[in-house]
């Protein structure tokens, strides 16, 4: 049954600092790996999407790698904003067509 | 992103009563999924449903829920008989297949008293 870990569940930055939030996966046979961002009592938004034959993708000041072997990925954000203040979660697809979420990391970017 | 909207944003229902929470997913996609987010909680698939017929449940989709495309639009998720637990956001998500990114709705918060 996978799993899927993230570290920290919290972090808190000043703002213009760059960050790494962490993934992990306990089984490495999945087709993809998503990003998502939510907002406090919001929805989900898809930031990135990392097919398991690429290492990474990059959407402005995201970049999301994917070390499938290991059963890592990371997301990476370049001079954090206040407005990136939110929770970040990673999930999986493996063998069927639904996804497995991680906890989560509340990010909090300070003024 | 395509859109998908969700009705209603808020549910408040008493114990025992069933729901019928709603989804609009655009519509060239084809796959469709209802998830569960208790508070403080991780996101929880429920099921997945494809060309008219679930293709996927867990074990939390048991004989009180039940889903449907009635009119070939909407999409719905029911509940018959609502318990305290059954407290938390649904979201219902919507995509063209497992390698394409699965977009989600905004979310139906469903209180149960």
């Known amino acids: 049954k996978q799993e899927v870990t993230q570290i920290p569940a919290a972090l808190s930055v000043p703002e213009g600092e760059n960050l790494v939030l962490n993934c992990s996966f306990t089984?490495?046979?999945?087709?993809?790996l998503q990003w998502f961002r939510q907002d406090p009592g919001k929805g989900l938004t898809s930031l990135l999407l990392?097919?398991?034959?690429?290492r990474e993708q990059t959407s402005g000041r995201l970049n999301a790698s994917l070390d499938k072997s290991s059963g890592r990925s990371t997301l990476y954000i370049a001079a954090s904003q206040p407005g990136d203040s939110a929770t970040y979660l990673c999930?999986?697809?493996?063998?069927?067509?639904?996804?497995?979420f991680g906890k989560g990391t509340k990010l909090t970017v300070n003024p | 992103e395509p859109e998908v909207t969700q009705t209603p944003s808020h549910q408040v229902t008493q114990m025992g009563q069933e729901v019928i929470l709603r989804c609009v997913p655009i519509?060239?996609?084809?796959?469709f999924y209802w998830y569960r987010q208790i508070l403080g909680q991780k996101v929880e698939f429920l099921v997945s449903?494809?060309?008219?017929?679930?293709?996927?449940k867990s074990e939390i989709f048991d004989d009180q829920f039940s889903v449907e495309r009635p009119d070939g639009s909407n999409f719905t998720l029911k509940i018959r008989s609502t318990k305290l637990e059954d407290s938390a956001m649904y979201f219902c998500?919507?995509?063209?297949?497992?390698?394409?990114?699965?977009?989600f709705g905004p979310g139906t918060r469903l209180t149960v008293l």
């Open positions: 999930a999986v697809r493996g063998g069927s067509e639904k996804l497995v």
């Open positions: 089984d490495s046979a999945i087709y993809n």
């Open positions: 990392i097919q398991s034959s690429q």
């Open positions: 519509s060239n996609h084809l796959y």
């Open positions: 449903f494809y060309n008219n017929e679930i293709s996927e």
């Open positions: 998500a919507r995509d063209r297949g497992r390698t394409d990114t699965q977009y």
